[in-house]
């Protein structure tokens, strides 16, 4: 049994990209360090505090007397480093990895590691959230495969910060949205496959085989990508609502309602924002991010109020001030 502790900061920490690492004035200067510490063993002590914030992982220094006093800045005079090893190790832990760790540096460099990986969830959301904006328009199978790909692979990235439920939640609807884009792309390969010889009075093609009249048996082109959206608002939007606890039987007025009031484009792109974000309360997300961008007909009904505006504007100018009541 092994009696030293565990390290203090994880194996991975790696705060080398870091240029600045805080410090606690008070707490510095009320340390025991800085009050029994001479000029020498105080610089060299703050030095491998600082070094130490660059070591992988971060807080920890090797216990090796040549590689300390390098990192103390005293070249290659470790008959110097040793007369003050024990001052400048002042607080420093030996842990079970064989490095020295020191408490108030290894706090620091967690705050800071939380929120790098903070960080690399936000940014990894973000580029999630764009391709999956993508996936509706993207149709070629080569194409498709390749977003795919790009989409598995943040998806494992993004598995490293995010709790077990949180990835397991977000990796569903993204298999849901990956699917329904496949779907619509075979839809296209087999639309295409039919159009290409085919007779649009509904007679024979060349081959002497029956041919359909368009619209009878299969949906328009332009049914088609309203169908798939509607598709993926109340599989996915439904989804999102019962997860937070809402009722299946209100789950469909509730996204009925955002479609009516801000077109079912907006609410798609809502529900993709929400599929990314994961919030603790899906209708209030939805309903929110449906209000910062406003639908078609919103913008239609605003369209038509500047064309009034514009048309009694130009008759009082061609008429007189009497020529809209005349």
Sequence with gaps: MNPLPAPLTPMDCDLRDFKFIPIDIVRLFNSEFHARSDDAVWRAGMTLWLK????????SIPDDDVALARLAELGRDVKSWKKIREGALYGWIKCQDGR?????????????????????VRTGKARLQAMLARLPRTCEPVELAHMESSIQTLMKELSQSLSQTEHAALEVSVTDLLAEA?????????????????????GLAPDGAATATPGLSDPSADEMPERMTKDEIWHTGKSLLMQSGMPKS?????????????????????????????????ASFLAAACKRRPGRRAYDSRLR????????????????EGAANG
């Excluded at 408490?103 to 705050?111: G, H, L, N, Q, R």
């Excluded at 469909?252 to 599929?275: I, N, P, Q, W, Y």
């Excluded at 109020?305 to 007189?320: K, P, S």
């Design 52 to 59: 130490a914030f660059h070591q992988v992982p971060a807080a």
């Design 100 to 120: 020295f760790y020191h408490p108030v540096v290894a706090e620091k460099a967690m705050e800071a590691w939380q929120g790098k990986k903070n960080q690399r």
């Design 182 to 202: 496949k779907r619509k792309g075979e839809w296209k390969g087999k639309k295409e496959g039919k159009g290409q010889g085919q007779d649009l009075s509904g």
């Design 250 to 282: 209100q789950c469909g007025s509730f996204l009925g309602k955002l479609v009516r009031d801000h077109t079912a484009a907006v609410v798609v792109e809502a529900v993709r924002a929400a599929v990314v974000e994961r919030p603790a309360d899906p």
């Design 305 to 320: 109020e500047m064309q009034a505006a514009n048309t009694e504007a130009a008759r009082r100018i061609l008429f007189g």
